[in-house]
């Protein structure tokens, strides 16, 4: 099948060739993310392959069937991204990669928490001065302390073990659907208002939904223990940009570890280094000292990008040969 992958990367490149070899799709590599400017490089294509920040609107869809594409292929998780009840309506397929390595994520989210925690980031930047001070950099333990895990799907529930027996954490679980092997393991399943009161670290784990768009907010930082530490590896909508800034400036907020960003479109997976970031929320989140900002990496792993490439290709094929889609996602409520 002809594929134009967009936004390509040279480890996606890497990663989807060596797969390639299994299936011998014809992968067209495009540089450019998705969107409305970009839709015509797809003409022709009876598939595209796009990510997190391709735009895949109505708009987008309209121009993808009219060019002959019938499967748009996420390799990815997260589809807030496309809307899925206008794919359905023209009859275009979306298919997703919904799990390829939740212990890549995982790990990456105890790293963040640790290298802020213990101000890590701080004391590399240091000794690259030759500065080996230790003033500023006292940090906390990890041990015995209270964490607070939104979400407890696959990546949710290893962040949530390796703190619980790990670390010897006390972790609290929010999720509508609690998960009973976690709850025999000694975590505690609670209400949001009960996490936000008692919890000393809140890590997200949960979907971008209407209900949990800006979890993180104004009121949520009101409530919360002074000095909570908030780590994000899972949705940047999650949380409100702006309430955060001021709750680092008000020290209500101990810091922060983001490796997303509600507005990260444009700005994430590019090398803007030479350029003027225009985008005055983020170049003031990056000011203070107790935050810590990633750049969307924390699937970025040989193994990760190696199932991504092995699922996203084998629902290529099996589209392409007219057999069930196992990933193929539906609008809500269908």
């Known amino acids: ?75 990815c998780a997260g589809h807030n991204n496309v809307d899925l009840a206008a794919a ?24 963040l928490m640790l290298a802020l925690d213990r101000n890590i980031h701080r004391a590399w930047a240091r000794t690259r001065d030759n500065n080996f001070a230790l003033d500023g950099l006292v940090g906390r333990t990890l041990h015995g302390r209270t964490v607070g895990v939104v979400g407890t799907g696959r990546i949710g529930a290893i962040v949530a073990r390796a703190l619980r027996l790990g670390f010897g954490c006390e972790v609290l679980t929010f999720d509508p659907v609690p998960d009973e ?37 104004t009121d949520a930082i ?22 955060v800034i001021e709750g680092l400036k008000s020290r ?7 490796d997303v ?31 810590l900002v990633t750049g969307h990496q924390a699937y970025l792993t040989a193994e990760a990008l190696a199932a991504i490439a092995e699922t996203t290709l084998a629902s290529l094929g099996d589209f392409e040969a007219g057999r069930p889609l196992a990933h193929q996602l539906s609008p809500p409520g269908t």
Do not use: W
Not at 88 to 111: C, D, K, N, Q, W
Not at 222 to 243: E, F, H, K, W, Y
Not at 252 to 258: D, E, F, M, R, S
């Open 181 to 217: 092997a976690l709850l025999a393991e000694g975590v505690r399943s609670v209400d949001r208002a009960t996490l936000l009161d008692q919890a000393e670290i809140i890590s997200l784990h949960c979907p971008l939904t209407p209900e949990t768009r800006h979890f993180i907010d």
């Open 261 to 291: 960003y509600e507005q990260e479109e444009g700005l994430f997976f590019e090398d803007l280094s030479n350029e003027i970031i225009q985008d005055d929320v983020f170049q003031r989140l990056l000011t203070f000292p107790n935050v």
């Open 252 to 258: 209500k907020l101990g810091g922060v570890a983001l």
């Open 222 to 243: 009101a409530r919360a223990r002074p000095g909570l530490m908030i780590v994000n590896t899972s949705r940047g909508a999650l949380i409100d940009t702006t309430a």
């Open 88 to 111: 359905t309506r023209l009859g275009i397929a979306v298919v997703r990669v919904p799990a390829y390595s939740p212990h890549a994520v995982a790990e990456f989210t105890i790293g």
């Open 1 to 75: 099948m002809r594929v134009a992958v967009f936004g390509t990367k040279t480890y996606d490149r890497q990663s989807l060739e060596a797969a390639n070899t299994r299936f011998g799709h014809a992968l067209t590599f495009l540089e450019p993310r998705l969107d409305a400017d970009t839709v015509p490089l797809a003409h022709g294509f009876p598939a595209v392959c796009v990510f997190v920040n391709d735009l895949v609107d109505a708009t987008v869809l309209e121009a993808l069937h009219a060019g002959g594409t019938r499967v748009v292929a996420l390799r």
